[in-house]
Protein backbone atom coordinates (compact mmCIF):
# COMPACT_ATOMS: atom_id res chain seq x y z
CA UNK A 1 0.00 0.00 0.00
CA UNK A 2 0.92 3.21 -0.61
CA UNK A 3 1.42 5.60 2.21
CA UNK A 4 -1.23 8.30 2.17
CA UNK A 5 1.24 11.46 2.22
CA UNK A 6 2.88 9.96 -0.84
CA UNK A 7 -0.21 8.80 -2.64
CA UNK A 8 -1.57 12.64 -1.83
CA UNK A 9 1.79 14.20 -3.13
CA UNK A 10 1.40 12.20 -6.78
CA UNK A 11 -1.43 12.91 -7.00
CA UNK A 12 -1.70 16.32 -5.83
CA UNK A 13 -3.19 19.06 -8.64
CA UNK A 14 -0.32 21.30 -7.76
CA UNK A 15 2.33 18.80 -8.82
CA UNK A 16 0.16 18.18 -12.10
CA UNK A 17 0.41 22.14 -12.68
CA UNK A 18 4.08 22.00 -11.99
CA UNK A 19 4.57 19.09 -14.40
CA UNK A 20 2.45 20.82 -16.93
CA UNK A 21 4.46 23.90 -16.95
CA UNK A 22 7.58 21.65 -17.03
CA UNK A 23 6.51 19.34 -19.94
CA UNK A 24 5.09 22.73 -21.68
CA UNK A 25 8.54 24.57 -21.18
CA UNK A 26 10.26 20.81 -22.69
CA UNK A 27 8.07 21.33 -25.83
CA UNK A 28 8.37 24.64 -26.23
CA UNK A 29 12.23 24.50 -26.45
CA UNK A 30 11.99 21.87 -28.57
CA UNK A 31 9.33 23.09 -30.95
CA UNK A 32 11.25 25.93 -31.26
CA UNK A 33 14.50 25.41 -32.43
CA UNK A 34 12.88 23.45 -35.51
CA UNK A 35 10.48 25.77 -36.46
CA UNK A 36 12.91 28.05 -38.28
CA UNK A 37 14.44 25.39 -40.25
CA UNK A 38 12.38 22.48 -41.72
CA UNK A 39 14.73 20.97 -43.60
CA UNK A 40 16.81 20.19 -41.40
CA UNK A 41 14.52 18.58 -39.21
CA UNK A 42 13.05 16.82 -42.44
CA UNK A 43 16.34 15.32 -42.64
CA UNK A 44 16.54 14.27 -39.00
CA UNK A 45 13.20 12.69 -39.73
CA UNK A 46 13.93 10.79 -42.87
CA UNK A 47 17.24 9.60 -40.75
CA UNK A 48 14.59 7.08 -39.00
CA UNK A 49 13.68 5.58 -41.98
CA UNK A 50 10.18 4.83 -40.59
CA UNK A 51 7.85 8.13 -42.09
CA UNK A 52 7.21 7.52 -45.93
CA UNK A 53 8.96 10.07 -48.35
CA UNK A 54 5.76 12.10 -49.24
CA UNK A 55 5.29 12.92 -45.63
CA UNK A 56 8.58 13.45 -44.48
CA UNK A 57 8.29 17.63 -45.25
CA UNK A 58 4.59 17.53 -44.17
CA UNK A 59 5.74 15.91 -40.47
CA UNK A 60 9.14 18.38 -40.52
CA UNK A 61 6.61 21.27 -41.02
CA UNK A 62 3.63 20.27 -38.72
CA UNK A 63 5.16 18.41 -35.97
CA UNK A 64 7.10 21.06 -33.92
CA UNK A 65 3.95 23.80 -34.64
CA UNK A 66 1.62 20.58 -33.13
CA UNK A 67 4.40 20.31 -30.34
CA UNK A 68 4.54 24.07 -29.71
CA UNK A 69 0.54 24.53 -30.00
CA UNK A 70 -0.09 21.81 -27.34
CA UNK A 71 2.34 23.04 -24.88
CA UNK A 72 0.90 26.58 -24.99
CA UNK A 73 -2.31 24.84 -24.06
CA UNK A 74 -0.85 22.58 -21.53
CA UNK A 75 0.53 25.49 -19.71
CA UNK A 76 -2.64 27.78 -19.88
CA UNK A 77 -5.15 25.10 -18.70
CA UNK A 78 -6.87 25.44 -22.09
CA UNK A 79 -8.43 22.04 -24.07
CA UNK A 80 -5.04 20.86 -21.38
CA UNK A 81 -6.60 17.26 -21.22
CA UNK A 82 -6.47 16.87 -25.07
CA UNK A 83 -2.95 18.74 -24.80
CA UNK A 84 -1.73 16.14 -22.85
CA UNK A 85 -3.26 13.07 -24.55
CA UNK A 86 -1.20 14.15 -28.12
CA UNK A 87 1.74 15.13 -26.34
CA UNK A 88 1.84 11.58 -24.68
CA UNK A 89 0.57 10.07 -28.09
CA UNK A 90 3.94 11.85 -29.50
CA UNK A 91 6.01 10.51 -26.79
CA UNK A 92 5.24 7.54 -27.76
CA UNK A 93 5.92 7.62 -30.89
CA UNK A 94 9.21 9.04 -30.69
CA UNK A 95 9.88 6.29 -28.32
CA UNK A 96 9.09 3.77 -30.88
CA UNK A 97 10.84 5.50 -33.20
CA UNK A 98 14.03 5.58 -31.51
CA UNK A 99 13.94 2.07 -30.12
CA UNK A 100 13.48 0.89 -33.45
CA UNK A 101 16.86 2.32 -34.50
CA UNK A 102 18.56 1.29 -31.68
CA UNK A 103 17.49 -2.33 -32.96
CA UNK A 104 18.98 -1.28 -36.11
CA UNK A 105 22.26 -0.44 -34.38
CA UNK A 106 21.67 3.17 -36.86
CA UNK A 107 23.27 5.82 -34.05
CA UNK A 108 21.45 8.90 -35.76
CA UNK A 109 20.79 11.79 -33.89
CA UNK A 110 17.35 12.04 -32.26
CA UNK A 111 16.62 15.42 -33.64
CA UNK A 112 14.29 16.28 -30.56
CA UNK A 113 15.96 19.62 -29.36
CA UNK A 114 18.46 20.96 -31.34
CA UNK A 115 19.10 20.02 -35.69
CA UNK A 116 22.35 18.40 -34.65
CA UNK A 117 21.17 17.00 -31.38
CA UNK A 118 21.91 14.24 -29.25
CA UNK A 119 22.29 10.37 -30.75
CA UNK A 120 19.55 8.24 -29.89
CA UNK A 121 20.24 5.75 -26.89
CA UNK A 122 18.70 4.80 -23.48
CA UNK A 123 19.25 8.40 -21.96
CA UNK A 124 16.83 9.46 -24.64
CA UNK A 125 14.07 6.68 -24.36
CA UNK A 126 14.50 6.87 -20.25
CA UNK A 127 13.99 10.85 -20.60
CA UNK A 128 10.76 10.14 -23.07
CA UNK A 129 9.53 8.15 -20.96
CA UNK A 130 9.89 10.06 -17.97
CA UNK A 131 7.89 13.08 -19.40
CA UNK A 132 5.41 10.37 -20.48
CA UNK A 133 5.04 9.31 -16.88
CA UNK A 134 4.55 13.08 -15.96
CA UNK A 135 1.64 13.20 -18.91
CA UNK A 136 -0.23 10.31 -16.94
CA UNK A 137 0.00 12.33 -13.47
CA UNK A 138 -1.17 15.20 -15.48
CA UNK A 139 -3.86 14.04 -17.34
CA UNK A 140 -5.32 11.82 -14.21
CA UNK A 141 -4.83 14.32 -11.67
CA UNK A 142 -4.75 17.81 -13.38
CA UNK A 143 -8.18 19.96 -12.27
CA UNK A 144 -7.36 22.93 -14.82
CA UNK A 145 -9.18 26.26 -14.12
CA UNK A 146 -12.71 26.30 -16.08
CA UNK A 147 -12.11 28.92 -18.69
CA UNK A 148 -15.22 31.46 -17.01
CA UNK A 149 -13.71 31.22 -13.56
CA UNK A 150 -10.16 32.20 -15.42
CA UNK A 151 -12.14 35.24 -17.20
CA UNK A 152 -13.82 36.18 -14.19
CA UNK A 153 -10.29 36.37 -12.54
CA UNK A 154 -8.84 38.41 -15.23
CA UNK A 155 -12.40 40.48 -15.13
CA UNK A 156 -11.95 41.27 -11.71
CA UNK A 157 -8.30 42.04 -12.11
CA UNK A 158 -8.60 44.55 -15.29
CA UNK A 159 -11.43 46.04 -12.87
CA UNK A 160 -9.63 46.95 -10.48
CA UNK A 161 -6.87 48.19 -12.36
CA UNK A 162 -8.96 50.35 -14.50
CA UNK A 163 -10.32 51.77 -11.44
CA UNK A 164 -7.22 52.70 -10.14
CA UNK A 165 -6.05 53.82 -13.77
CA UNK A 166 -9.02 56.47 -13.94
CA UNK A 167 -8.68 59.74 -13.49
CA UNK A 168 -10.33 61.05 -9.95
CA UNK B 1 -43.90 49.91 21.21
CA UNK B 2 -46.09 47.76 18.25
CA UNK B 3 -44.67 44.37 18.91
CA UNK B 4 -44.85 41.99 16.05
CA UNK B 5 -44.15 37.73 16.04
CA UNK B 6 -42.63 36.41 13.06
CA UNK B 7 -42.29 32.60 12.55
CA UNK B 8 -40.02 30.75 9.91
CA UNK B 9 -37.91 27.86 9.97
CA UNK B 10 -35.33 29.72 7.65
CA UNK B 11 -32.81 31.83 9.72
CA UNK B 12 -31.94 33.94 6.69
CA UNK B 13 -35.73 34.93 6.06
CA UNK B 14 -36.05 35.03 9.63
CA UNK B 15 -33.24 37.64 9.35
CA UNK B 16 -34.35 39.61 6.96
CA UNK B 17 -38.08 40.35 7.68
CA UNK B 18 -36.46 40.69 11.29
CA UNK B 19 -34.64 43.75 10.07
CA UNK B 20 -37.19 45.04 7.48
CA UNK B 21 -39.40 45.71 10.43
CA UNK B 22 -36.72 46.71 13.48
CA UNK B 23 -36.62 49.26 10.72
CA UNK B 24 -40.10 50.62 10.64
CA UNK B 25 -39.92 50.73 14.50
CA UNK B 26 -41.52 47.56 15.65
CA UNK B 27 -40.65 45.47 17.91
CA UNK B 28 -40.13 42.14 16.48
CA UNK B 29 -40.21 38.66 18.43
CA UNK B 30 -38.84 35.55 16.70
CA UNK B 31 -39.96 31.70 16.29
CA UNK B 32 -38.78 28.74 14.71
CA UNK B 33 -42.04 27.09 14.20
CA UNK B 34 -45.57 27.24 14.72
CA UNK B 35 -45.74 26.01 18.15
CA UNK B 36 -43.09 28.32 19.16
CA UNK B 37 -45.00 31.04 18.06
CA UNK B 38 -47.97 30.03 19.95
CA UNK B 39 -46.03 29.16 22.79
CA UNK B 40 -44.17 32.42 22.80
CA UNK B 41 -47.34 34.37 21.63
CA UNK B 42 -49.62 33.03 24.78
CA UNK B 43 -46.14 34.04 27.14
CA UNK B 44 -46.30 37.99 25.58
CA UNK B 45 -49.51 38.44 23.41
CA UNK B 46 -48.03 40.68 20.50
CA UNK B 47 -50.53 42.93 18.25
CA UNK B 48 -49.57 41.15 14.96
CA UNK B 49 -48.21 37.84 13.92
CA UNK B 50 -46.35 37.04 10.11
CA UNK B 51 -45.79 33.52 9.77
CA UNK B 52 -44.45 30.90 6.94
CA UNK B 53 -46.88 27.93 6.34
CA UNK B 54 -44.32 25.81 5.32
CA UNK B 55 -42.16 24.80 8.78
CA UNK B 56 -41.46 21.38 10.77
CA UNK B 57 -43.07 20.52 14.44
CA UNK B 58 -46.42 22.83 13.51
CA UNK B 59 -47.25 24.49 10.40
CA UNK B 60 -48.54 27.89 9.55
CA UNK B 61 -52.15 26.96 8.85
CA UNK B 62 -52.22 24.35 12.20
CA UNK B 63 -50.75 27.85 13.93
CA UNK B 64 -53.54 29.98 12.55
CA UNK B 65 -56.23 27.08 12.98
CA UNK B 66 -54.71 27.33 17.04
CA UNK B 67 -54.42 31.18 16.96
CA UNK B 68 -57.93 31.55 15.91
CA UNK B 69 -59.14 29.23 18.22
CA UNK B 70 -57.36 30.89 21.15
CA UNK B 71 -59.57 33.22 22.94
CA UNK B 72 -56.54 35.52 24.23
CA UNK B 73 -54.97 35.47 20.78
CA UNK B 74 -57.96 35.43 18.21
CA UNK B 75 -57.96 39.25 18.03
CA UNK B 76 -54.74 39.56 16.90
CA UNK B 77 -54.21 39.87 13.40
CA UNK B 78 -52.26 37.29 11.29
CA UNK B 79 -50.42 37.24 7.75
CA UNK B 80 -49.45 34.35 5.73
CA UNK B 81 -46.21 34.79 4.29
CA UNK B 82 -44.66 31.98 2.19
CA UNK B 83 -42.76 31.19 -0.46
CA UNK B 84 -44.31 27.25 -0.87
CA UNK B 85 -48.09 27.47 -0.72
CA UNK B 86 -48.41 29.89 -3.98
CA UNK B 87 -51.33 28.11 -5.20
CA UNK B 88 -55.12 30.42 -4.90
CA UNK B 89 -56.52 27.50 -3.74
CA UNK B 90 -53.98 27.84 -0.85
CA UNK B 91 -54.68 31.63 -0.22
CA UNK B 92 -57.93 30.92 -0.53
CA UNK B 93 -58.00 27.83 2.26
CA UNK B 94 -55.16 30.13 3.86
CA UNK B 95 -57.86 32.77 4.52
CA UNK B 96 -60.58 30.76 5.24
CA UNK B 97 -59.08 29.88 8.17
CA UNK B 98 -58.97 33.61 9.39
CA UNK B 99 -56.06 35.16 8.11
CA UNK B 100 -56.08 38.62 7.70
CA UNK B 101 -53.74 38.62 4.64
CA UNK B 102 -51.62 36.24 2.26
CA UNK B 103 -48.44 37.31 0.93
CA UNK B 104 -46.50 35.66 -1.24
CA UNK B 105 -42.40 35.80 -0.76
CA UNK B 106 -40.51 37.72 -1.72
CA UNK B 107 -41.92 41.02 -1.37
CA UNK B 108 -40.62 44.86 -1.19
CA UNK B 109 -39.49 45.97 2.19
CA UNK B 110 -42.05 49.28 0.94
CA UNK B 111 -44.99 46.81 -0.04
CA UNK B 112 -45.19 44.50 3.19
CA UNK B 113 -44.54 47.68 5.56
CA UNK B 114 -47.58 48.86 3.98
CA UNK B 115 -49.39 45.95 4.47
CA UNK B 116 -48.32 45.30 8.14
CA UNK B 117 -49.46 48.89 8.99
CA UNK B 118 -53.03 48.27 6.79
CA UNK B 119 -53.05 45.11 8.99
CA UNK B 120 -52.57 46.90 12.24
CA UNK B 121 -55.01 49.98 11.28
CA UNK B 122 -57.94 47.44 10.35
CA UNK B 123 -56.66 45.98 13.55
CA UNK B 124 -59.02 43.16 15.23
CA UNK B 125 -62.56 43.96 14.78
CA UNK B 126 -61.88 42.98 10.86
CA UNK B 127 -60.55 39.46 12.40
CA UNK B 128 -63.63 39.08 14.88
CA UNK B 129 -66.29 39.66 12.08
CA UNK B 130 -64.08 36.49 9.95
CA UNK B 131 -66.59 33.70 10.47
CA UNK B 132 -64.96 30.03 11.02
CA UNK B 133 -65.39 27.21 8.69
CA UNK B 134 -67.30 23.99 9.91
CA UNK B 135 -64.16 21.86 11.33
CA UNK B 136 -64.55 18.77 9.11
CA UNK B 137 -64.69 21.27 5.97
CA UNK B 138 -61.57 22.96 7.27
CA UNK B 139 -60.28 19.40 7.61
CA UNK B 140 -61.33 18.65 3.88
CA UNK B 141 -59.47 21.69 2.57
CA UNK B 142 -56.33 21.09 4.91
CA UNK B 143 -56.22 17.60 3.46
CA UNK B 144 -56.64 18.80 -0.13
CA UNK B 145 -54.22 21.15 0.50
CA UNK B 146 -51.98 18.95 1.86
CA UNK B 147 -52.55 16.84 -0.81
CA UNK B 148 -51.42 18.97 -3.11
CA UNK B 149 -48.01 19.77 -2.28
CA UNK B 150 -47.31 16.94 -1.41
CA UNK B 151 -47.92 15.88 -4.91
CA UNK B 152 -45.90 18.99 -6.75
CA UNK B 153 -43.26 17.61 -3.99
CA UNK B 154 -43.65 14.33 -5.31
CA UNK B 155 -43.22 15.92 -9.38
CA UNK B 156 -40.28 18.01 -7.73
CA UNK B 157 -38.80 14.94 -6.03
CA UNK B 158 -38.70 12.56 -9.90
CA UNK B 159 -37.26 15.55 -11.58
CA UNK B 160 -34.44 15.61 -9.09
CA UNK B 161 -34.18 11.91 -9.29
CA UNK B 162 -33.72 12.11 -13.26
CA UNK B 163 -31.78 15.06 -13.19
CA UNK B 164 -29.02 12.97 -10.98
CA UNK B 165 -29.33 10.28 -12.93
CA UNK B 166 -27.87 12.39 -15.62
CA UNK B 167 -25.26 13.77 -13.68
CA UNK B 168 -22.89 10.28 -13.89
CA UNK B 169 -23.44 10.00 -17.30
CA UNK B 170 -22.37 13.95 -17.65
CA UNK B 171 -19.47 13.67 -15.71
CA UNK B 172 -18.01 10.47 -17.22
CA UNK B 173 -18.51 12.63 -20.58
CA UNK B 174 -16.90 15.24 -18.87
CA UNK B 175 -13.68 13.14 -17.81
CA UNK B 176 -13.53 11.98 -21.28
CA UNK B 177 -11.64 13.32 -24.08
CA UNK B 178 -12.94 14.78 -26.92
CA UNK B 179 -12.25 14.32 -30.22
CA UNK B 180 -13.40 17.76 -31.09
CA UNK B 181 -10.96 19.67 -28.50
CA UNK B 182 -8.02 17.32 -30.02
CA UNK B 183 -9.12 17.95 -33.89
CA UNK B 184 -9.22 21.34 -32.95
CA UNK B 185 -5.74 21.34 -31.12
CA UNK B 186 -4.14 19.47 -33.75
CA UNK B 187 -5.84 21.78 -36.63
CA UNK B 188 -4.77 24.89 -35.08
CA UNK B 189 -1.11 23.46 -34.92
CA UNK B 190 -1.53 22.03 -38.90
CA UNK B 191 -2.92 25.96 -39.62
CA UNK B 192 -0.32 27.81 -38.11
CA UNK B 193 2.45 25.59 -39.49
CA UNK B 194 1.35 25.83 -42.97
CA UNK B 195 1.18 29.72 -42.33
CA UNK B 196 4.36 29.85 -40.80
CA UNK B 197 6.19 27.54 -43.87
CA UNK B 198 4.70 29.64 -46.34
CA UNK B 199 6.17 33.20 -44.92
CA UNK B 200 9.24 31.18 -43.63
CA UNK B 201 12.00 32.03 -46.11
CA UNK B 202 13.53 28.67 -44.88
CA UNK B 203 10.06 27.28 -46.25
CA UNK B 204 9.71 23.75 -47.54
CA UNK B 205 7.58 22.12 -50.17
CA UNK B 206 4.90 20.15 -47.82
CA UNK B 207 5.34 17.73 -50.27
CA UNK B 208 8.80 17.55 -51.93
CA UNK B 209 8.82 16.74 -55.42
CA UNK B 210 10.59 13.63 -56.50
CA UNK B 211 13.79 13.21 -58.23
CA UNK B 212 13.38 12.21 -61.82
CA UNK B 213 13.73 8.69 -62.55
CA UNK B 214 16.58 7.34 -63.55
CA UNK B 215 17.26 3.75 -65.91
CA UNK B 216 17.20 0.81 -63.19
CA UNK B 217 19.36 -2.28 -63.37
CA UNK B 218 18.43 -5.35 -61.59
CA UNK B 219 20.94 -7.02 -59.33
CA UNK B 220 22.47 -9.91 -61.77
CA UNK B 221 22.75 -7.41 -64.97
CA UNK B 222 25.19 -4.74 -62.14
CA UNK B 223 26.66 -8.37 -60.89
CA UNK B 224 27.80 -9.12 -65.10
CA UNK B 225 29.25 -5.95 -65.10
CA UNK B 226 30.86 -5.82 -61.03
CA UNK B 227 32.43 -9.46 -62.43
CA UNK B 228 33.78 -7.68 -65.20
CA UNK B 229 35.72 -5.01 -63.64
CA UNK B 230 33.33 -2.60 -65.70
CA UNK B 231 31.07 -1.01 -63.15
CA UNK B 232 31.31 1.06 -60.40
CA UNK B 233 29.02 0.49 -57.69
CA UNK B 234 28.24 3.93 -55.46
CA UNK B 235 26.48 3.65 -52.16
CA UNK B 236 24.35 6.80 -51.79
CA UNK B 237 23.55 6.02 -48.47
CA UNK B 238 24.15 9.32 -45.78
CA UNK B 239 26.68 7.04 -44.13
CA UNK B 240 28.20 4.23 -43.53
CA UNK B 241 26.72 3.45 -40.44
CA UNK B 242 22.91 3.03 -42.24
CA UNK B 243 23.64 -0.36 -43.21
CA UNK B 244 26.28 -2.38 -41.60
CA UNK B 245 26.33 -4.20 -44.74
CA UNK B 246 27.76 -3.08 -47.96
CA UNK B 247 27.74 -4.40 -51.51
CA UNK B 248 32.00 -5.07 -51.46
CA UNK B 249 34.06 -2.55 -53.05
CA UNK B 250 31.24 0.33 -53.11
CA UNK B 251 32.33 3.82 -52.94
CA UNK B 252 30.13 5.62 -50.03
CA UNK B 253 29.02 9.06 -51.04
CA UNK B 254 26.41 10.34 -49.43
CA UNK B 255 24.75 13.22 -50.21
CA UNK B 256 25.75 15.72 -47.88
CA UNK B 257 29.26 15.01 -48.92
CA UNK B 258 28.94 14.25 -52.68
CA UNK B 259 31.54 17.12 -53.56
CA UNK B 260 34.27 16.07 -51.28
CA UNK B 261 33.70 12.27 -52.32
CA UNK B 262 33.32 13.07 -56.04
CA UNK B 263 36.48 14.89 -56.04
CA UNK B 264 38.16 11.58 -53.92
CA UNK B 265 36.87 8.78 -56.00
CA UNK B 266 35.34 10.17 -59.11
CA UNK B 267 36.65 13.14 -60.92
CA UNK B 268 39.01 10.73 -62.75
CA UNK B 269 37.06 8.31 -63.87
CA UNK B 270 35.91 8.59 -67.85
CA UNK B 271 32.39 9.92 -68.31
CA UNK B 272 31.01 6.89 -70.02
CA UNK B 273 31.74 4.85 -67.07
CA UNK B 274 29.46 2.18 -66.30
CA UNK B 275 28.01 3.47 -62.58
CA UNK B 276 25.24 1.95 -60.63
CA UNK B 277 24.05 3.68 -57.55
CA UNK B 278 22.09 1.97 -54.79
CA UNK B 279 20.41 3.00 -51.48
CA UNK B 280 16.70 4.12 -51.41
CA UNK B 281 14.98 3.95 -47.94
CA UNK B 282 11.08 4.59 -47.17
CA UNK B 283 11.69 7.89 -46.44
CA UNK B 284 14.65 9.11 -48.88
CA UNK B 285 15.15 7.57 -52.61
CA UNK B 286 19.20 8.40 -51.79
CA UNK B 287 20.49 6.58 -55.27
CA UNK B 288 17.93 8.60 -57.33
CA UNK B 289 19.82 11.72 -55.95
CA UNK B 290 22.90 11.00 -56.55
CA UNK B 291 22.16 9.35 -60.01
CA UNK B 292 20.99 12.62 -60.95
CA UNK B 293 23.99 14.30 -59.71
CA UNK B 294 25.70 12.02 -61.93
CA UNK B 295 24.19 12.83 -64.65
CA UNK B 296 24.18 16.51 -64.48
CA UNK B 297 28.52 15.87 -63.70
CA UNK B 298 28.03 14.55 -67.46
CA UNK B 299 28.41 11.05 -66.96
CA UNK B 300 26.09 9.09 -69.26
CA UNK B 301 25.92 5.63 -68.27
CA UNK B 302 24.68 6.15 -64.32
CA UNK B 303 21.57 3.41 -63.10
CA UNK B 304 20.18 2.75 -59.98
CA UNK B 305 20.14 -0.64 -58.94
CA UNK B 306 16.96 -2.51 -58.86
CA UNK B 307 15.86 -3.61 -55.26
CA UNK B 308 19.07 -1.73 -53.94
CA UNK B 309 20.95 -3.70 -51.32
CA UNK B 310 18.65 -6.26 -50.56
CA UNK B 311 17.83 -7.65 -54.04
CA UNK B 312 21.96 -8.06 -54.08
CA UNK B 313 22.44 -10.03 -51.24
CA UNK B 314 19.19 -12.45 -51.77
CA UNK B 315 21.07 -13.27 -55.08
CA UNK B 316 24.18 -14.06 -52.73
CA UNK B 317 26.32 -11.42 -53.98
CA UNK B 318 29.59 -10.20 -51.82
CA UNK B 319 28.86 -7.91 -49.39
CA UNK B 320 31.05 -5.96 -47.29
CA UNK B 321 30.94 -4.60 -43.35
CA UNK B 322 33.06 -1.48 -44.25
CA UNK B 323 33.07 0.61 -47.80
CA UNK B 324 36.63 -0.52 -49.10
CA UNK B 325 37.09 2.79 -51.00
Given at each position: M?????????T???????????L????I??S??????P????E?????RL?P???VNL?????P????????????G???R??II???L???IF????L?????G???SC??Y?I???P?G???V?E????????V?V??C??P???H??K?????GSG?W?????PK | ?????????N?????LLE???????Y?V????N????????R??RP?L??T??FMP??D??????????????KYI??I????T?T??????????L?????L?K?????A?AEV?R???????????E?P?ADE???L???N???F???????????EA??D??KI????A??????L??????I???V???I????S????IP???????P??S????A?M????????L???A???N?F?L?H???AV??PP?L?????L?????E??D???V??G???S??YD?????????RG?T?V???????H?WE??????????S?
Open positions: IPPLIKRTISEYLSFGLRVCGYFFYALSKIPYAQFAAIANYIYVFGAVILWIELVTSLFLIIFKSSSLIGLLINIMIVNMYRAPIGCDVGEIWKKLNALMLIFSQYYDKVPLRLSFIGAQLAAMR | MTKILIADDSQNLYSILKGYGGTSARGAEALKLAQNDIIDIVMGFALCREWKADERLPLFYTAYDPRDEQFALSGAERFIPQEPELVQVLEEGAEKATKFSETLQYEVLRKLEQKVVQLERALQPAALRASQVSFDSLLVGMGLLAIFNINPHGLIPDRPDVPISASAEGYRQGQTIVDMPNFQRIKGNMAFDIMYVSLSEDKQKIVYNTIRPLEIADKLLLYDKVLDGGLAVNGYPVDERVR
